[in-house]
């Protein structure tokens, strides 16, 4: 199984600050990486897919790049509803796996 | 407007069956994957189950294979998860997601808001 490992496990920041989030697969996923946001209680909501690109609907404040291993979620300037926590997954192989989660507190 | 509704979750004993259902509205139901999730209390996200569009095909994560079913009916826009034998471990909200698939990419778009299955005498 593919292992999907995020850093940090959690982080605080500050509203209008650019924050990101890392996720690195143990072996290379191309750039078959998801990312996702969940707030306490809630469906996961899905931000990125395509390690890139935007799903309908998502602020352009949210980003993503990377391929291969390493990937990163970018949230330019931080709103207060931005606080949750953030998941990536990869889709290029069964199981399909998710990191362990980061959670985003707004200070 | 893309809608997914779980129903089924309920408290059952060690070794006890239950049925999982997923109605979808708002879009062409036969044309996607789906797929199910788990989440267990304070834990992260577990995928369990994908199902084809015309249901010909199913993956199921290795915990489950053997004690679970996940099936669909396209003609209701339903999707099901048949679990049985189930364990103390199998306790977590279980969330259907669909699944766009362009090119060689497929990937969660819209998710249910989830239905709590709780194993435990």
């Known amino acids: 199984d593919i292992q999907m490992t995020q850093s940090p496990s959690s982080l605080s920041a500050s509203v209008g600050d650019r924050v990101s989030i890392t996720c690195r697969a143990s072996?290379?996923?191309?750039?078959?990486l998801a990312w996702f946001q969940q707030r306490p209680g809630k469906a996961p909501k899905s931000l990125i897919y395509?390690?890139?690109t935007l799903q309908s609907g998502v602020p352009s404040r949210f980003s993503g790049s990377g391929s291969g291993t390493d990937f990163t979620l970018t949230i330019s300037s931080l709103q207060p509803e931005d606080s949750a926590t953030y998941f990536c997954?990869?889709?290029?192989?069964?199981?399909?796996?998710f990191g362990q989660g980061t959670k985003l507190e707004i200070k | 407007e893309v809608q997914l509704v779980e129903s089924g979750g309920d408290l059952v004993q060690p070794g006890g069956s239950l049925r999982l259902s997923c109605a979808a509205s708002?879009?062409?139901?036969?044309?996607?994957?789906m797929s199910w999730v788990r989440q267990a209390p304070g834990q992260g996200l577990q995928w369990v189950a994908n199902?084809?569009?015309?249901?010909?095909?199913?993956y199921y994560v290795d915990s489950v294979k053997g004690r679970f079913t996940i099936s669909r009916d396209n003609a209701k826009n339903s999707l099901f998860l048949q679990m049985t034998s189930l364990r103390d471990e199998d306790t977590a909200v279980y969330f259907c997601?669909?699944?766009?698939?362009?090119?060689?990419?497929?990937?969660?778009?819209?998710w249910g808001q989830g239905t709590l299955v709780t194993v435990s005498s």
């Open positions: 997601a669909r699944i766009p698939c362009t090119g060689g990419s497929c990937y969660y778009d819209f």
């Open positions: 708002g879009f062409t139901f036969s044309n996607y994957w």
């Open positions: 199902i084809t569009p015309n249901g010909g095909q199913k």
């Open positions: 072996q290379g996923i191309n750039i078959y």
């Open positions: 395509d390690a890139s």
């Open positions: 997954q990869q889709f290029v192989s069964y199981p399909y796996t």
